[in-house]
């Protein structure tokens, strides 16, 4: 079966833009999570949704966003880009919460200059 | 803020040799996980240990889980080029909300051929 499919692979932006991610999760996976990964910080929980619902939010600021939609698929944006939110930005998807794993996509390398 | 903590930051051993990782955590948890990156590519799920748990195997993979150190292992056993890799364990737990997986910082594994 497909995995966790993440759109586009890599991305640059300018300072102040906003950019717009993609997730597909895995067939039958309700559950999508997003992780920040820096090197000064590692690895960072965003949000979570299960059945267009936030559940679950990471400590950032209100420029980041995400939602879901009724076919799971998962998008995050992030507004007013700053330096800072150069990063790999990666989804996850469960079938049962997280009880058994995470599958993860490839992610996305966003790079703000 | 990462949860845990994992020793060593980074590990250099001979093809065949056994790499052990250790990683502590903070607070309570539902079940503790191990990933592998590669090369700041996704992370790929490797074990799940429940917190009624003490050992667990897959593979060539072993472990182990000590709630009252809060701490738990993962040992690679015979190791071979391929698992040249970051490994990170990472907390699903009681009190960080639903669905979160808290990481640790990470080993860095090489296995020299």
């Known amino acids: 079966k497909a995995g966790v499919t993440q759109t586009p692979r890599y991305l640059i932006k300018t300072r102040g833009q906003q950019v717009t991610l993609s997730c597909s999760p895995i067939s039958g996976h309700r559950s999508v999570s997003w992780y920040q990964q820096t090197p000064g910080q590692g690895l960072q929980f965003l949000f979570e949704y299960f059945s267009e619902t936030q559940r679950n939010k990471g400590n950032f600021p209100g420029r980041f966003s995400g939602r879901q939609f009724s076919n799971s698929r998962s998008e995050m944006n992030v507004s007013t880009l700053e330096l800072g939110d150069s990063a790999l930005y990666l989804c996850?998807?469960?079938?049962?919460?997280?009880?058994?794993?995470?599958?993860f996509g490839s992610g996305t390398r966003l790079t703000v200059v | 803020s990462q949860q845990g903590e994992e020793d060593p930051q980074a590990l250099s051993i001979q093809e065949g040799e056994n790499a052990t990782m250790n990683c502590s955590y903070k607070?309570?948890?539902?079940?503790l996980q191990w990933y592998r990156q590669n090369s700041g590519r996704g992370l790929v799920h490797l074990i799940l240990?429940?917190?009624?748990?003490r050992e667990k195997h897959s593979g060539r993979l072993r472990v182990t889980l000590d709630t009252s150190k809060k701490s738990s292992s993962l040992l690679i056993t015979a190791s071979r080029a391929a698992d040249t890799a970051s490994y990170f364990c990472a907390t699903d737990g009681l009190d960080q909300g639903a669905q979160k997986l808290v990481f640790g910082q990470g080993t860095r594994l090489t296995i020299n051929p």
């Open positions: 607070t309570s948890i539902n079940n």
């Open positions: 996850a998807s469960s079938l049962m919460a997280g009880l058994n794993g995470y599958t």
């Open positions: 240990i429940r917190s009624n748990e």
